[in-house]
């Protein structure tokens, strides 16, 4: 396979060796690429997800890449394949490049080809660093360009479709209604022609406004009311939930009390592409789990991206149904969170059952 050049490594600041050792033992991949761990009893190094048995801690040492390792008389694991840890995360950023380019999306075959891995494969390797599919990627870009355009000052909903790089009206309005929960000119116009249901029920954690569009819920907030929508949605047509309606706040309610439940909600909620990666992974942390906003980063294929990871979880409209509650700082704090610190540390006890 060809190995590209034209990316650098991203500069990614050191770990501790004890963030080190609690990320082998969690076989954490959003850290693999950040350090090698070196066994002094067999002369083996390996990244940090290596599902070989754990040694013992006072046989391992902790080295900043693969290269340092071998310098110090180390080889490579044979199951893990640390070497290719730093060349596959070049070429899921050489991909996103690549995709970012195009005001056309590029085939996976064509993404593929550019970051020199087999198709099937470079799939499931960009997925698995970015919670997208290459193509879902790529949507989410040329929608971010349509939402762009159409918030421009003067210009019409069929030049800004095609700026953004549409070949067609039909496929923009697809796309809108996925990531903008609206048609493009609804967007364009605060919300006109949306209708939002809405309603405040109680929880032990405080009042929480549930709200949706026909296609799923758009708003979980705590201490918010209807006026929070109007200010989003000028336009729209908002609305006090009916009967059904109510079925579905109670589920999350439900949620609110016991945030380890299995989640299968309806959602309709806009966002950037690295947005939609960062609420991505988020989802995928399991309950009682909890991530730092560096390893949701890395996790993503950005690294370097830890204010703006943090940003991104600052930017979730769903409370709950996307944890960014189990988002701490490097050093275990708790860090931010829009409905208050104490809401954060009950979520985080209820996960745990304490």
């Known amino acids: 396979m060809n190995q590209m050049t034209d990316i650098s490594a991203p500069t990614q600041p050191p770990l501790d060796d004890e963030a080190c050792w609690e990320a082998v033992l969690r076989r954490d991949r959003a850290v693999d690429g950040r350090f090698v761990s070196a066994v002094l009893t067999t002369g083996i190094y390996c990244k940090p997800s290596c599902a070989a048995r754990h040694p013992r801690r006072e046989n391992m040492i902790f ?7 071998r310098q110090a008389g180390f080889r490579a694991c044979l199951r893990c394949r ?28 064509e993404i593929a080809g550019h970051a020199g891995y ?70 364009k116009d605060g919300g006109r022609g949306v209708t939002i249901s809405y309603m405040v029920v109680g929880s032990s954690l405080g009042p929480v406004l549930v709200a949706a569009t026909a296609k799923g819920l758009c708003r979980i907030s ?35 009390e016991d945030p380890t439940q299995p989640v299968d909600l309806p959602i309709d909620m806009c966002g950037t592409a690295f947005q939609q990666a960062v609420w ?58 829009a409905y208050g610190l104490g809401r954060k540390q009950a979520l985080l006890e209820r996960e745990r059952g304490e």
Not at 296 to 314: D, E, L, W
């Open 63 to 69: 080295l900043p890449d693969p290269a340092a390792a």
């Open 82 to 109: 640390p070497d290719e840890v730093g060349r596959d995360r070049l070429a899921v950023e050489a991909a996103q490049a690549f995709i970012a380019a195009a005001m056309v999306p590029p085939s996976l075959e």
């Open 118 to 187: 087999a198709p099937h494969h470079f799939h499931r390797l960009f997925k698995r660093a970015t919670g997208l599919t290459p193509a879902a990627y790529a949507r989410s870009l040329r929608a971010e360009r349509l939402k762009t355009a159409l918030e421009e000052e003067g210009g019409s909903v069929t030049s800004a479709i095609y700026e953004a790089g549409y070949n067609a009206p039909s496929r923009a309005y697809a796309d809108a209604q996925r990531h903008l929960g609206m048609t493009p000119s609804a967007w």
């Open 222 to 256: 705590f201490d918010e009311d209807e006026g929070e929508l109007r200010r989003r949605f000028p336009y729209a047509e908002i609305v006090p939930g009916d009967a059904a309606f109510s079925a579905l706040a109670a589920q999350v309610v439900r949620l609110v």
């Open 280 to 337: 991505a992974a988020l989802r995928a942390i399991p309950a009682g789990e909890t991530r730092s906003y560096r390893e949701i980063a890395a996790a993503i294929g950005k690294p370097g991206a830890v204010r703006a990871a943090g940003s991104a979880c600052g930017d979730n409209v769903l409370a709950v149904v996307i944890p960014c509650h189990r988002v701490l700082r490097s050093d275990g704090t708790l860090g931010g969170y």
